[in-house]
């Protein structure tokens, strides 16, 4: 009979969660907003059928596509004034891109100013 609860963590899962939250505490808060902006281009992009072969995979998804682009506009615009100029310049730019790219893969066109992300950049067209 075992002297642990079934709710007990995994043999050496504390250490583990320790040394976790030492590697992130070492990185910059610049590289942990940067790394989150292109997961979510990443996934944009594919969502919006960008990515090669994306037709015959069926990875066009432009409701998803959306949710990922609101969620990135929110991330760059409110982190802009805090990861200076460099870094928040090319996210915009990718940001721009992808806002672009969702209008011309859809059937429907939103209003100027209604696109994905666009309450919080303003129109991209």
């Known amino acids: 009979m075992s002297t642990t609860s079934e709710n007990a963590a995994p043999e050496g899962f504390e250490a583990d969660v320790v040394d976790a939250t030492r590697d992130i505490a070492d990185v910059a808060a610049v590289e942990v907003i940067t790394t989150a902006a292109v997961h979510l281009m990443s996934a944009a ?13 069926g990875d066009l998804d432009l409701d998803e596509a959306r ?8 991330l760059v615009t409110a982190s802009a004034p805090d990861i200076g100029s460099q870094h928040a ?9 992808l806002q672009l790219a969702f209008r011309e893969a859809s059937v429907i066109p939103d209003a100027p100013g209604e696109g994905p992300g666009e309450k919080y950049t303003g129109s991209v067209v």
């Not at 992009?45 to 995979?57: H, I, M, W, Y």
């Not at 949710?67 to 929110?74: G, R, V, Y």
């Not at 310049?89 to 891109?97: A, T």
């Open 45 to 57: 992009a594919v969502k919006c059928g960008l990515a090669e072969d994306a037709d015959e995979r």
């Open 67 to 74: 949710k990922l682009i609101n969620a990135l506009a929110a």
């Open 89 to 97: 310049r090319s996210l915009r730019d990718g940001l721009r891109s």
